[in-house]
């Protein structure tokens, strides 16, 4: 059963509902009809009970925006009970009722918004769907605009794996008045300024033990061999069985990208003074790391933050923080 508040909407626009569906069917032939009516419980109930309780004076417009939306979403198979993602549903059920106030005053951006992150982060190998939902329903109640949504939307689907939105969601960042910016790196007792600065300067902050990416392919992984790897200014060029990629990495995650044949060959192949390999063992300024590798065949590849390890005895790149 549907609530009362959205039951009382449906029908008393029910000829403009029902017509907004035969339009859809139109555009989406194959559009389950019995899906769209469990979307409408599942994930639009929620919402519209939410915005009823901020601002009923507007439920009826954001409900007939996110009916509309359902429409396009379940069409195309992205939102419903056949969703290949759940996430998705996820999103409108438990994550955008906490935006009432806002999907009062703009449905159609903020539940766009939410709908293109959702089906963004489900989609990237090794993202935190559920760390990004956790810290955007954290920061809610303090995101006042469509736009403070969108920053703090980026800024936590970094943090939640999606290394290369980093430059943009630091950028994002300033754009955020600092007690959101803060509360969206889990500060909120730092500086912006500080954490700003060191952030940029660093991009392992937080992560001192670095990170390892990558398995054999059989086994569900990233590389048919064991990669070969090439620095560039921004990540790593990666070569595995004729195939090249990009590996972007940081402290909260990494994301493989694909490259060229050209772009590896142009990479980086220097190594910065202050590290050695001596055996299995790898000395980065004053540290030394233990690999557990067999000695001989360790490659190296480093950055201005990273340095990336490898070997032809595994299938996984090592990434440790030069800071």
């Known amino acids: 059963m549907i609530s009362p508040a959205f039951a009382s909407i449906l029908a008393s626009g029910r000829a403009q509902f029902n017509a907004r569906a035969a339009e859809a069917r139109r555009r989406f032939p194959a559009l389950d009809m019995a899906a769209f009516g469990a979307f409408l419980h599942d994930g639009v109930d929620p919402l519209v009970v939410a915005v009823a309780a901020a601002a009923p004076e507007r439920v009826g417009g954001a409900t007939l925006a996110a009916y509309d939306m359902a429409l396009e979403l379940v069409g195309h198979g992205l939102a419903g009970p056949a969703a290949k993602n759940p996430f998705l549903n996820t999103v409108w059920r438990e994550l955008a009722p906490q935006f009432a106030p806002l999907l009062a005053t703009a449905p159609v951006d903020v539940l766009g918004m939410l709908s293109n992150a959702a089906i963004h982060i489900a989609s990237v190998a090794g993202a935190r769907p559920a760390q990004w939902q956790a810290g955007m329903a954290a920061v809610a109640p303090q995101v006042g605009s469509v736009a403070q949504l969108r920053a703090v939307g980026q800024v936590l689907a970094w943090r939640a794996g999606v290394a290369h939105f980093r430059l943009g969601a630091l950028a994002a960042a300033d754009t955020l008045p600092p ?19 060191q ?6 902050r937080g992560n001192a033990d670095g990170r390892e990416f990558g398995s054999f392919t059989g086994l569900g992984g990233d590389f048919g061999t064991p990669p070969q790897v090439r620095a560039t200014a921004d990540g790593f060029v990666v070569r595995s069985a004729e195939r090249h990629y990009l590996l972007v990495a940081d402290a909260c995650g990494a994301v493989l990208h694909s490259a060229t044949a050209q772009e590896y060959e142009q990479a980086n192949t220097g190594m910065p003074p202050s590290v050695r390999l001596d055996g299995a063992t790898v000395h980065v300024g004053a540290r030394s790391i233990a690999l557990d590798l067999p000695a001989g065949d360790i490659a190296l590849a480093a950055n201005a933050h990273t340095l990336a390890i490898t070997s032809p005895w595994t299938h996984a790149i090592r990434l440790l923080p030069l800071a």
């Open 199 to 204: 952030l940029m300067a660093n991009p392992w």
């Open 179 to 197: 007690a959101l910016a803060l509360a969206a790196f889990g500060e909120p007792g730092a500086q912006w300024p500080q954490v700003h600065a």
